[in-house]
């Protein structure tokens, strides 16, 4: 079956222009996570969603930054006001969600440059 | 809070030689434990993980790594390396009650030597 996809696969903008992040799980995945792979700080994360439950945001760095799942599947990560120290490689991962599904699986990675 | 560590930023391997990547971590209970493989401009792929049971697991790509609760680790190991293992490998740490969030390790960059 078809794994996550992440669109863009490269994104390059402006400092101070707000971009958006799309991440597709593998179907039936309940679990949907965002991570930031950049050279300074390796590989964090983010923000994780659970079926209809409160998203934990506890890894945000910032305000400008903001995700949302609709309709439990597609996720959207946006960054306002991008930054230099916004670029980066941001991840999507997924699982099941279900006892015995810890496994997550990655995307390729949407590698953002802010200018 | 969970933590990984990575000693080795670095290894450079022979081809055919043993290989060993060395993982740390912290945390108050039993873990889920992983290895990830990254390779240049790709995401990540599993390469093992580790719930429970057997302590000794064996992955994909003729990896294995062994859980020693003891020591807090859980190096990886591969008896004969080959070229298209060169590239990056992380050690992660989840855990139920934090969402299965993973805390990664830095990584550490595999280089094969001819």
């Known amino acids: 079956g078809a794994g996550v996809s992440q669109s863009p696969s490269n994104k390059v903008t402006e400092k101070g222009k707000d971009v958006e992040l799309r991440c597709d799980p593998i179907s039936g995945h309940t679990a949907l996570y965002w991570y930031r792979q950049s050279l300074g700080q390796g590989l964090e994360f983010l923000i994780y969603f659970q079926g209809n439950s409160a998203p934990d945001k506890s890894g945000l760095p910032s305000d400008r930054f903001s995700a949302e799942r609709t309709g439990g599947s597609v996720s959207t990560l946006t960054i306002q006001r991008t930054q230099q120290e916004d670029s980066a490689v941001y991840l999507c991962?997924?699982?099941?969600?279900?006892?015995?599904?810890?496994?997550?699986?990655f995307g390729p990675g949407t590698r953002l440059l802010v200018l | 809070a969970q933590s990984v560590t990575q000693p080795d930023i670095h290894i450079t391997v022979s081809e055919g030689a043993s290989l060993e990547l060395r993982c740390n971590y912290s945390?108050?209970?039993?873990?889920?434990l992983f290895w990830y493989v990254q390779s240049p401009g790709q995401g990540l792929q599993l390469l093992l993980k580790?719930?429970?049971?057997?302590?000794l697991v064996q992955g994909i790509k003729g990896f294995e790594a062994e859980f020693k609760r003891s020591q807090s680790s859980f190096n990886l190991r591969k008896p004969s390396v080959h070229w298209s293992d060169a590239a990056e490998y992380f050690c992660a740490v989840g855990a139920r009650a934090a969402g299965n969030k993973l805390t990664f390790g830095g990584g550490t960059r595999v280089l094969v030597k001819p």
């Open positions: 991962a997924s699982r099941t969600g279900t006892p015995g599904g810890e496994t997550q699986y």
């Open positions: 580790y719930f429970s049971g057997d302590t």
């Open positions: 945390y108050g209970a039993t873990p889920y």
